[in-house]
Structure formats: C-alpha cells, structure tokens
C-alpha cells in the first residue's frame, strides 16, 4: 500500500491506541521520556556548560520528543523493516552501512583466533533489517528469536527474515546455538533490550536501573567470541546501518573493571519484568566493563534517535515514577 493510506490509518487508529493505554504502553513511554529528559538536562548542568562529549546523550533530541513521536517511529520503521525483509526496490536503495572496516576488521581478528562473532543492537530504526545486515559478512548468521504472537505470525515473520545465510533459533536451542556457533565461525545476531523468559542485566540508563538482555553475549564471550554493537536509524532519505565497537574475546578478564558501586539499588515490585519481587527488589548494577561499556552505547543511541526507540517495553526499566 502506499505511504498515504498508512498516514491515514496511523491518525485514526493512534488516539484509539493512546485512550486505551493510557496507564499501560502509552503511560510508560509518557513516565520513561520525561525521567530521561530531567536525567539529561542534569547532566548538563553539572558539567557547566562544557562542550558535549560526542559520546555524551545529547539533550535537544529528547527535548522535543514526546509519546506520539515515539510511536510514530515504532509504526513506520516498522513498515520500513518489513518492506526492506521483502526486498522491496524503492527501501533497499535507501539502506546505507557505515564504519563496515569495524565489523569487517572484527571477523578477520577473531578468523585469527579460530572465534565466532556476536552482533549486538537494540530495538531501535528498522531493527528486522539488522540481521539480515549480517549475511553481508557471514554465510553463517545465527539469529536467536523470542515467541511473538500466535504460529501463523510466527511463521509469516520467519519467512520473512529467511535469508540463505541465517539460521533461525528459539531460545530453548540455546545450547545447540552455541554449539553450532563455535562450529560454523559464524554471527550470533541479537536484539538486547527485551526478553520474556530469561533474566537480564541490570543496568544504568538515563541514570535508572534497566534491563538489558546481555547474559549470552557475555558467556560466549569468555568463551572466546568477540562482540560487535551495531545500531539502526532511519532519515528522510536514508536507513542508516551502522557498527559501533568491537569487543575482542574474553573482554571482562583482559580490562580493568570499573569501580564496583556494592550498594542495591531499591526497585518497586509491581510491573511485569522478569524475575521474583525480591530479585526486582534487590536488583544490582552489573559493572562488568563489557556490559558497562555497552550499556554506556546504548544510552547514546537512544538519546540521539529517542522518537525511534521501544521504550513502552515491559522491563526496560525496572523503576517507575
């Protein structure tokens, strides 16, 4: 269909949408923007002024950012993601890769070590373009996937991310992935930033404790992977798919880890996210430096594209105001 019938349907169906998840999706989005642009614009007064750091969250893209924004993004990367799985011409002439020598200079290390790769990203732009990315560089991609929907959307979505490089995993296969990893060489392909039956890593975001789901690209990575993060966003005229860092193998052992802060941090027990009350409870800042350092890139990524980011998503913040 054309962009102008779903215009049309997004300004119908979105206050429909926002009246009856006003204290669900819609109220989260509201609650976690106006928590990250108070977080944001105190950081920027506490350093006077000084000139940002480029790897600093930048506070006028959250300034002008509300709810509808948000979900805006979701509804057209969505289409944007779902047209580029379909190989549509008009969506593949817009996606662009940029730093390609990172993910490239990755494979060749780790082909050195006789070590599989982990391309790690968020859901965040076209997010069902990014592992389909990754058979650029593989013809080996592994790409592990949560339960979504009913088996007739489960097996339309598998179709279309079907790629003669990738191979579809649940997370029940986890052990076999693994295997099959180390075996093949090849990419480990992962969103983050959600889970539903697994336990995550508590992390900082916006100066809040979070949830970001790095427990397997942790253990692969002390047992020899290398990580590579890498993010979408999508422009007028352009998909951006970009690689940002390369985690070489067993990264927590071979860096200093940074100051460890020992006290828990108290997080109400209501809510969906994963884990028992006395875990949401007692929730810890994991500050292993391979977490903290990509927990510290996802900030970023999120405060300088925050209207293309999930951020209604049980669980991506444990705390709530």
Known sequence: MPNIFYSAFFAVVFPIYKVLHKKRAYGRVEKHLAAAKEYVIRKSDDTNKMPRNMKSPNPDALATINARDTFKGIFWNALESYRGLAHIKSVEKRIVYENEHIIQGAIAECAKQNAPIAGISIHQGAFELLHRALCRYSEHVHLITDSVGDIAFREVLK???????????????????????????????????????????????FGRPSTLYLRLPQKINEMGAGIVTFRTWSEKKRIVIRFEKYYPPKYDVTHKPPHINQNTISAPTCGTHAGSSDERANATIDNSPLVTGIAREVE????EHPEQWSWNYHGNFIATL
């Open 159 to 205: 179709d279309l991310r079907s790629d003669p490089h990738l191979t579809e995993y649940h997370p029940d296969e986890t052990g076999c992935l693994i295997r099959e990893l180390f075996r093949t060489k090849g990419i480990l392909a992962m969103v983050i930033d959600q889970g539903k039956h697994t336990k995550g890593n508590t992390v900082s975001l």
């Open 300 to 303: 970023t990524w999120i405060a």
